[in-house]
């Protein structure tokens, strides 16, 4: 199989959140929904920004035969403002992908109607925050970040299909299309100390899917206690930025799905 240097990059991110598990078929756009959104600098001359960003992910969802792969591409609107103590920014993304393609192995495929289906989906984002501001830099104490997501496609067929079965042994599916993710985020941002144009940043998110139980099924011998304490979305950004250019990468993991995604954007 012919893997691209994106991916090998990846398996640095995706690693760090991957274990054994059941087959798990969740939605493709939790996780990479909570996107990073750019704000400027307490300091800046300017203290509000739209940003315009492609980007790329990759998601492994762990178990299973031959594991579970999505790869999708998104393009990303946000606009940000910034006071003096307070931020807020809202947002949109549109993503466009499909589940991998089926492995040429001789071993068993446990769900071979998983592979080969298109995904398609639209995100909207709010970001409200706090923090506190130095010379060169700003800390993001607390944001409250929120993802409404809607998702399309034969991916999304197959787990509706795939909830009317009545043997789901050793497998975890979510059969819904919308999603709320929600949680809190603390970030730290600076500027370059001999360059005012080129900017930083650290971000860590923590959160929940608040519709998640409605419409989640998994076999009743599955111990509660995995179930419960994979129910948390959490993820790390890394922001650059020079000029009016920047890149973010951002690995992540929810309920056994692990995910990075590398984004490109201007911002003015």
């Known amino acids: 199989m012919k893997i691209s240097i994106l991916k090998c990059f990846f398996i640095c991110g995706i690693s760090l959140y991957s274990c054994k598990g059941p087959s798990i078929f969740i939605p493709a756009l939790v996780g990479n929904d909570m996107s990073y959104i750019p704000k400027a600098l307490s300091s800046d001359s300017i203290h509000r920004k739209h940003s315009f960003s492609a980007n790329y992910s990759v998601s492994s969802m762990n178990g299973g035969s031959a594991g579970n792969g999505i790869e999708m591409g998104s393009f990303q609107y946000s606009f940000a403002k910034t006071y003096s103590h307070i931020n807020w920014a809202i947002g949109t993304a549109a993503f466009l992908g499909k589940t991998e393609s089926l492995p040429r192995t001789d071993k068993t495929i446990d769900f071979p109607e998983f592979y080969n289906k298109p995904v398609k989906g639209l995100t909207l984002r709010t970001s409200f925050g706090v923090h506190d501001s130095g010379e060169r830099a700003d800390f993001r104490i ?19 299909n795939l909830s009317r079965q009545t043997d789901l042994s050793n497998t975890i599916l979510h059969s819904g299309r919308n999603t709320w993710t929600t949680g809190g985020a603390t970030e730290y941002s600076w500027r370059a100390k001999n360059n005012a144009t080129a900017h930083f940043g650290l971000r860590f998110f923590f959160g929940y899917v608040i519709n998640w139980k409605k419409n989640t099924f998994y076999a009743p011998l599955m111990e509660r206690e995995f179930i419960e304490r994979r129910k948390l979305a959490m993820d790390f950004t890394f922001y650059a930025k020079l000029n009016r250019f920047y890149g973010t990468y951002t690995s992540g993991s929810f309920f056994g799905a692990s995910f990075a995604k590398v984004g490109l954007g201007y911002a003015f």
């Open 142 to 160: 607390l944001s409250w970040e929120n993802a409404l997501s809607f998702e399309g496609g034969q991916y999304a067929s197959f787990r509706e």
